[in-house]
């Protein structure tokens, strides 16, 4: 298969591109400021771009997003819609652009997180973003078919510790290969509309 993976230079979207790469499928890699295709999918103007720079595709996956953590009182409505759009909308517009340009029987996998089920102190606007991407997934399935939809919401991951430890106390890492192998099941499975939960 031929799959665009957003967020392909970063820490999952490494591990990501290494599983599908050992299994033989084709990784177009995106991301903000290099990789085989630049975008950065928040402008929906780049979207499209990066479709009509993208050619002939059989999946698209997004292994990156951006959340502002903040505690709740000194959160602003610039945080909001900034993690909204970092890592939502983006996501979503991906899937309504992307749905004219991937094959009939592609699929599409988004990222949402734990935060939607365990929220932690500073990561309201992250939670909410996560909920966003998880009930878009579950309503888009039912509009999309033949083409699949579904969302990897991890933990923390192993790699990630050094930088997001203190937000996640008490919180079991996992490795970035085991996130890897749920965009593998969704990729090359057959179900739509599912959370894979890797916690």
Known sequence: MR???????????????AALSERGHEVVGVGRTGGDLVADVTDPEAVA??????????????????????????????????????????????????????????SFTLISGILTEEPIPAGAAASAANGAVEAFVRAAAIEL?????????PT??????????????GMEPVPASRVAT???R??????TGRIYRVH
């Open 3 to 17: 799959i665009l993976l957003v967020g392909a230079g970063g820490t999952l979207g490494g591990a990501v591109r």
């Open 49 to 106: 771009r990066l479709y009509a720079q993208a050619g002939p595709l059989d999946a698209v996956a997004v292994a990156a997003g951006d959340a502002v953590f903040r505690p709740l009182a000194e959160l602003t409505a610039d945080d909001i819609a900034a993690t909204l759009r970092g890592k939502a909308l983006g996501q979503l517009e991906l899937v309504r652009q992307g749905a004219r340009h991937v094959a009939p029987t592609g």
């Open 145 to 153: 078919p033949p083409q699949r939809i579904n969302a990897i919401s």
């Open 156 to 169: 923390v991951a192993e790699e990630s510790l050094p930088a997001y430890a203190p937000f996640f106390p």
């Open 182 to 184: 749920a965009y593998v």
């Open 186 to 191: 969704s990729i090359e499975g057959a179900q």
